[in-house]
């Protein structure tokens, strides 16, 4: 059985990968990383801090890595089965992550040069 579910997990993602990325929907995976809490932890831009989770945004990771620790989380997060969370929906998880753009640099931030 364990052998079954790696090789649906790999296939998952090798299907995810190779799709199309406008398959993926940022607006989608915005709503998503809104009504699945995922904002609670890691913030509404993705920037985590604190004792909350960490940042994954922007850059996130790659997204077999993402799906990675949503399936078999290796810290304090909760576990989302496809059940809660479909392969499809992470995909547009991702086009929202990758979409965040980066924040000015310190030095660009006239308060923080002074």
Not at 19 to 25: E, L, Q, R, T, W
């Amino acid at each position: 059985m364990k052998q079954l579910q790696k090789i649906s997990f790999i296939v998952s993602a090798v299907f995810m990968l190779t799709s199309p990325a406008s398959a993926a929907d940022a607006d989608n995976g915005k709503r998503l990383y809104m009504r699945d809490g995922c904002w609670e932890c890691h913030t509404t831009t993705g920037m985590g801090g604190g004792n909350a989770g960490p940042k994954i945004a922007p850059n996130p990771l790659p997204l077999e890595g993402i799906v990675a620790e949503l399936r078999k989380p290796r810290q304090a997060m909760p576990q989302y089965s496809e059940k809660v969370i479909s392969d499809a929906e992470i995909a547009d998880i991702y086009a929202f992550l990758k979409s965040i753009p980066e924040g000015p640099k310190a030095k660009d931030i006239p308060a923080l040069s002074r």
